[in-house]
């Protein structure tokens, strides 16, 4: 297999919210494989590339989606090569994006290229999936580029399983995740008088103490959700009672729990412990503000029959096919909750994504081109 491809994509620089380059790029090649191209503006100098190719032999056909991001985050840590540049050991590919997610971009790029152009077929690449996801979100408002989609496969690895011939793992849902801001405001006063004043950071402390008690949701398949407090930050005072803490809760979500439920739960723990435990600061608990909405949990039904046909084909191709579910969130979340579309992930294997010298594997990234060209072929 011929990698120069990918080689190219690693050496364009697309750390966000740069990808104005690679997004050029990727236009260009989608376009020299026979596809319509069309770019969908997400802020100054960023945009999506949707995409579609082929003619309907049905006026109700529905065509399968390939999915990438055209992203990659910062290289953070201590690369021993370039991470712009690939290189090539071991049977690997290390560079910045190698798995999160060039190889898989690459990967969809070949099986079009190998494939026949009559077939409808439609490809989107997103900004931004490293960040708030404002590329994908921004794409579910589309609504004419998707209502004829039947399934959405994302060449995105989900966990990490090691490259085994033998055997394949996909992704057929991951968890969700927000972050809610609780402010607490006090009271000030003279700190050789503590009872004069209302201790903010004392009443933080009840509330982050008191959240391992929170019963957290388990869902049969993809587990148990998470919790942490983080970023506690005060008011600097010098003799004087703390009269303000703010810190964050950072949640992970699994099905039924959304966003607004996890936010429900904290405002009646907080309530409870503002009588039980007499706390007297006034607690504001919000989500945090940010562009996008946080992304649910989502689970993909199994017994969708193109589901079922993808799975059927990997197993065809490789002895054992293995189910997983993500433990974190990604742009999948969004197709899955915000398009209500059937979501797959079919990805490469490799490692030290969103870490120094990340790397795929090059045998597969030759399965995943098969798996993608009987997928445009068959499905
Ligand atoms: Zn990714």
Redesign the pocket.
């Given at each position: 297999m011929n990698t120069t491809l990918l080689d190219q994509l690693i050496s364009i620089n697309s750390v966000y919210p740069n990808e104005k380059q690679h997004a050029e790029f990727l236009e260009e090649q989608l376009k020299k494989i026979g596809f319509t191209t069309r770019r969908q503006i997400v802020s100054q100098d960023r945009f999506n590339i949707l995409a579609e190719r082929g003619n309907k032999n049905s006026p109700d056909q529905k065509a399968l989606c390939f999915f990438g991001?055209i992203d990659t985050v910062p290289p953070y840590g201590e690369w021993n090569t370039d991470p712009f540049k690939a290189h090539y050991q071991d049977g690997k590919i290390y560079g910045l994006g190698a798995v999160?997610?060039k190889g898989g971009v690459f990967a969809i790029l070949e099986a079009c290229r190998e494939t026949d152009p009559q077939k409808y077929l439609k490809v989107i690449f997103c900004v931004d999936?490293?960040n708030i996801s404002a590329g994908a979100w921004k794409a579910v408002t589309d609504e004419e580029f998707f209502n004829d989609v039947k399934t959405l496969i994302a060449a995105?690895?989900g966990n990490i399983h090691p490259y085994d011939p033998q055997e394949k793992w996909v992704h057929l849902g991951r968890r969700g995740r927000c972050t809610i801001d609780l402010e607490v405001l006090g009271l000030s006063a003279h700190g050789a008088f503590p009872e004069k004043g209302i201790n903010a950071i004392n009443d933080a402390a009840t509330i982050i103490n008191s959240l391992k008690t929170l019963p957290l949701s388990e869902h049969p398949i993809i587990g148990k959700s998470s919790l942490f407090a983080n970023n506690i930050t005060s008011t600097e005072t010098s003799l004087s009672i703390p009269d303000y803490c703010k810190f964050e809760i950072n949640r992970s979500l699994v099905p039924p729990e959304t966003p607004e439920s996890a936010l429900k739960q904290v405002q009646e723990m907080v309530q409870k412990l503002q009588t039980d435990q007499h706390l007297k600061s006034q607690i504001n608990i919000s989500l945090q503000k940010r562009d996008t909405p946080f992304a649910p949990p989502y689970i993909t039904d199994k017994e969708n029959p193109t589901i079922q046909h993808i799975l059927k084909i990997i197993g065809e191709e490789t002895p054992k096919v293995s189910i997983d579910y993500g433990l974190s969130v990604?742009?999948e979340n969004v197709f899955a909750n915000g398009a209500h579309l059937a979501v797959i992930s079919v990805g490469p294997e490799g490692d030290n994504?969103h870490t120094a010298n990340e790397w795929v594997n090059i045998d597969s990234l030759k399965r995943l081109v098969n798996y993608f060209k009987r997928f445009i072929e068959e499905v």
């Amino acid at each position: 297999m011929n990698t120069t491809l990918l080689d190219q994509l690693i050496s364009i620089n697309s750390v966000y919210p740069n990808e104005k380059q690679h997004a050029e790029f990727l236009e260009e090649q989608l376009k020299k494989i026979g596809f319509t191209t069309r770019r969908q503006i997400v802020s100054q100098d960023r945009f999506n590339i949707l995409a579609e190719r082929g003619n309907k032999n049905s006026p109700d056909q529905k065509a399968l989606c390939f999915f990438g991001h055209i992203d990659t985050v910062p290289p953070y840590g201590e690369w021993n090569t370039d991470p712009f540049k690939a290189h090539y050991q071991d049977g690997k590919i290390y560079g910045l994006g190698a798995v999160d997610m060039k190889g898989g971009v690459f990967a969809i790029l070949e099986a079009c290229r190998e494939t026949d152009p009559q077939k409808y077929l439609k490809v989107i690449f997103c900004v931004d999936e490293e960040n708030i996801s404002a590329g994908a979100w921004k794409a579910v408002t589309d609504e004419e580029f998707f209502n004829d989609v039947k399934t959405l496969i994302a060449a995105e690895t989900g966990n990490i399983h090691p490259y085994d011939p033998q055997e394949k793992w996909v992704h057929l849902g991951r968890r969700g995740r927000c972050t809610i801001d609780l402010e607490v405001l006090g009271l000030s006063a003279h700190g050789a008088f503590p009872e004069k004043g209302i201790n903010a950071i004392n009443d933080a402390a009840t509330i982050i103490n008191s959240l391992k008690t929170l019963p957290l949701s388990e869902h049969p398949i993809i587990g148990k959700s998470s919790l942490f407090a983080n970023n506690i930050t005060s008011t600097e005072t010098s003799l004087s009672i703390p009269d303000y803490c703010k810190f964050e809760i950072n949640r992970s979500l699994v099905p039924p729990e959304t966003p607004e439920s996890a936010l429900k739960q904290v405002q009646e723990m907080v309530q409870k412990l503002q009588t039980d435990q007499h706390l007297k600061s006034q607690i504001n608990i919000s989500l945090q503000k940010r562009d996008t909405p946080f992304a649910p949990p989502y689970i993909t039904d199994k017994e969708n029959p193109t589901i079922q046909h993808i799975l059927k084909i990997i197993g065809e191709e490789t002895p054992k096919v293995s189910i997983d579910y993500g433990l974190s969130v990604a742009d999948e979340n969004v197709f899955a909750n915000g398009a209500h579309l059937a979501v797959i992930s079919v990805g490469p294997e490799g490692d030290n994504e969103h870490t120094a010298n990340e790397w795929v594997n090059i045998d597969s990234l030759k399965r995943l081109v098969n798996y993608f060209k009987r997928f445009i072929e068959e499905v």
